[in-house]
């Protein structure tokens, strides 16, 4: 063979390589350390508010019009808030990820109810890689403000915590800029309103914009959840949270714009979880009390055979001694299973397709799990004989935990910014596959994911 032919011979297989087998000769991409991915997650914003065109979010509709938008997003089992921030920075389910509570629970051994150790740290709560994680590990750099689960993760250059810890360089800094004084910064969660406090966290991640520019920021502000709880989504004061937390969002691009990083930022709009309208508070600890397997002196609980520990729209319930599991979870699965507001009691066997563990597991996951009924939710208390209370005496005319099969339960997703390919067509997703496409946009990888990166979202290199 002549070199000329052996020449032609040679490009013709690269060529077909190329156009047959693109992905296994592309580069690895570099991590994006010139760029900034920000995900905001505003707590509570369900799919079906936003289909309201009376929602009054100019800045999010302004970044959908220029980006995408998901017809919806299926959240997580349980549709709690720890759980499913986590879910949206690991992209598997609760069943791997491992926080079923805005904490860690604990239980305490046999006749006591289980606690909720809420400032757990994130090694003992997450069980697998995280997205933040990664992007670290990659030599990028990440921050976040008011994230969940996130307690001494040791992968974030910079952060805020709900709890702020008062020496960390980015609380300092807004001391000496005059965003908040020594006593609010030592105080910060007593005595404060959530408006006040998001307002703060909304500054510091600015800060961090202008002064660190991370190559990833997670963002979650509380306002929404807050109001939609006690007034109940949908109502006048629900619409004024979700116009301030528009506002919180528009004062972060106007930081990405002052830092001159808006043409290299990529912002993902996502939530937690939707929202229900409550009518009526369901109370399984005084059934369980009324019965012997609760013991209380008026407020004070003094024993428990057994204890529901309420999430809204679902409550997980215990058998503290787990030599008594085969004699008391018949019994706890017909009694609950009786009462006014439960929709369904799933047991272990259950929980696989649920994207939950089972007890053997993961200690948080209890022997039973109670879902509620629409208009209905739980809470936890075991005094007094009324066994179901309107919710509005105890001001909680919202929530969620309810099954994510439920379409009240999704969320919001959008996206916008660098790497995005505007007017792509997404229908509903679900969380799972946030996480991976943060980290196909940071170059990365997840490792095992349960969800998908969005390729029809990204701009093809």
Known sequence: MSQKCFCRLVFATALVLATSFPRLIRA???????????????????AWLWDDPTLPVPTLRKLAAEGV???????????????NHTTLVTGVEPARHGVLFNGLLVRQGPGLPPKIEQWASKQRLVRVPTV???????????????????????TFNWQFYEVPNTVDDIPRELVAAGVLSEPQLASFTKGTSITWRDMVWTRAAAHIIKTRKPNLLLFHPLTVDSINHQYGPGTLASFAAYAYADKMVAELLDALTAAGMKDKATILIATDHGFKKV???????????KVGLVR??????????????????????????????????PKLKELLGKMEGIER?????????????????????????????????FQAGAAGDREIIPSSEVNYLGTHGYLNTDPQLDGVFLAWGRGIQP???LGRIT?????????????????????????EILKQP
Do not use: C
């Open 28 to 46: 690895a991409p570099d991590p994006a350390k010139d760029r900034i991915t920000i995900l905001i997650s505003i707590d509570g914003f369900p």
């Open 69 to 83: 938008a998901a017809r919806a997003m299926k959240v997580s089992n349980p549709s709690i808030t720890w759980i």
């Open 132 to 154: 933040y994680d990664l992007a670290h590990q990659a030599g990028l750099t990440t921050a976040q403000v008011d994230w969940v689960a996130v307690t001494n993760a040791g």
């Open 279 to 289: 009518s009526k508070v369901v109370l399984p600890n005084v059934a369980l009390r």
């Open 296 to 329: 209380a002196a008026g407020p004070t609980v003094t024993g428990a055979d057994a204890w529901a520990m309420a999430q809204g729209g679902m409550a997980f319930v215990y058998v503290t001694d787990p030599a008594r599991r085969g004699e008391l979870v």
């Open 345 to 377: 009691v799933a047991e272990p066997k259950d929980y696989a397709a649920l994207g939950m563990p089972t007890p053997d597991a993961n200690d948080g996951a209890g022997e039973l799990a109670l879902f509620a009924k629409a208009g209905y939710a």
């Open 423 to 425: 007017g792509a067509k």
């Open 431 to 455: 969380n799972l596959d946030v996480a991976p496409t943060i980290a196909k946009l940071l170059g990365v990888t997840l490792p095992n994911p349960d969800g998908r990166v969005l390729e």
